[in-house]
Structures are given as C-alpha cells and as structure tokens.
C-alpha cells in the first residue's frame, strides 16, 4: 500500500492569487493523478502528472491554470493559478491504479473569497 | 471510453438492515471495478475490487459486490447496515491501459437508528 500526504489541507485564498498543493507519496509510483471534486459532486481527473515530462490534462482543464510538476516518483505539486470563486473545491492527488488500487491523499479543501 | 452510472442518488437505510447500492458500468472491454467510500471530511477508502477474478467480491467491513456481465452491473451490498456506514459512496471503472479512473456520480446512504 502507498501513503499520500497532501498539504495544505484546507486554505483560505483571495481571488486573483495562487496556491500550490503538494503531494507526497512513501513509495516510487508510476503514476500519480490529480482530481477535483467540487462542491457536494463526484470526483473529476484533471490531470496525470507525468515524471519527466509535460502533465497530461483532461479535456476542460489546461496548464496555464492547472499547471503540475512532477519531479521524481514519489512528489508532485499541483497549482490553482488567478483563482476565483468557481474554484473553490477539494483537490486530490492520487497514486497507482490499473487493475490494483489507487491510493488518495485526503485532499485539500480550497475557498475562494 | 468508459463510464459508470450510479443509479441512486441517496439511500436510507434503517441499522441493521440491508443496504443496496446499485451501479451500471460501460466499458468496449472488461473492465475493472471499484467501490470507495468516502467519510464526511475524511479521503477515499477502496471497499472492494474487481479485476477480472471470482465474480463475487468480498471487501471490507461487510461489504460484498457481485459483477454481472450480462447486466453490466456492479452492485453492493450489506447484509446489515450501521451506523459507521454512512457515508458516500463511488462506483469507479479504470482504464484497460492506463490509470486513470472515472467515477460515479455518488450515492448518500444515511443509516436510522
């Protein structure tokens, strides 16, 4: 199994600002994902954090306000940049999946006043 | 591409009762699925997992789902339910050759003393 630590775990942000969350998992892991889950909704994927190169966005999400960084197998940061009220959710980072489990950090709760 | 539709939005349940949750996957392949819970301000737990192996998956406390191909179903189940079991609840499918996960929409299962 794989241990997620996120953090912040919740903020406060003024609009027209950016926050960086981080992700770190225990293990090296091939892959690690990026989801939001608005208010009172499902989870959505943003994005794959790929090691090495460019993330891989989800159709509805691009990296001038969404951008990642993924330096290594075990870390990986994802940026809410000119943020507004609309982006207000929780983000989660995740780790692993296909056919095994994916693990989940316990996300960062973002309110944008 | 592949999907799920989770049919309930919200269950109610009296303790000790059982508790369905019912849930309809597309996929052009066989598919892995999952079922994850997720605790008011807690992160995702995986109850169960099916990948390909026996029909019938037993997962964690009590939980069980059976995949019916032929139903394109995979509902969950709880012979009686308690109190600790409310929570939301997610249907998830995988890719077949990559990570990534899509979820249901949710269902609210509420537990009456």
Known sequence: SAVISQKPSRDICQRGTSLTIQCQVDSQVTMMFWYRQQPGQSLTLIATANQGSEATYESGFVIDKFPISRPNLTFSTLTVSNMSPEDSSIYLCSAGGMNTEAFFGQGTRLTVV | ?113
């Open chain 2, 1 to 113: 591409a592949q999907s799920v539709t989770q049919l309930d939005s919200h269950v109610s349940v009296s303790e000790g009762t059982p508790v369905l949750l019912r849930c309809n996957y597309s996929s052009s392949y066989s598919p892995s699925l999952f079922w994850y819970v997720q605790h008011p301000n807690k992160g995702l737990q995986l109850l169960l997992k099916y990948t390909s192996a026996a029909t019938l998956v037993k997962g964690i406390n009590g939980f069980e789902a059976e995949f019916k191909k032929s139903e394109t179903s995979f509902h969950l189940t709880k012979p009686s339910a308690h109190m600790s079991d409310a929570a939301e609840y997610f249907c998830v499918v995988s890719g077949r050759n990559d990570y990534k996960l899509s979820f249901g929409a949710g269902t609210t299962v509420t537990v009456r003393a």
